[in-house]
């Protein structure tokens, strides 16, 4: 089969595995777009790249929530499930 042959019965594949791609792979960045926002940027443009980062967001949730304890409960869970 010559090159320009191989290149095009290729070609659907490389298609698909793109489209795949961008479907499964957009709402993870869309998700991580958002949570570098405020809200009133959110609802404002919300397909918009941001202006500003705010990493700030994330400071404030660990030091407002327990999420600290709960990130420690599930590494003990997952460590002692492993030596099992």
Do not use: C, Q
């Amino acid at each position: 089969m010559t090159p320009w042959l191989d290149h095009l019965r290729r070609t659907p594949l490389l298609v698909f595995l793109a489209l795949y791609t961008a479907i499964t792979g957009g709402p993870f960045l869309w998700a991580a777009m958002m949570s570098l926002r405020t809200t009133p940027e959110i609802f404002d443009s919300p397909y918009a790249f941001p202006v500003r980062f705010h990493w700030e967001k994330f400071a404030d949730a660990w030091a407002n929530s327990n999420y600290h304890t709960y990130f420690w409960n599930s590494a003990v869970v997952v460590v002692i499930a492993v030596a099992l």
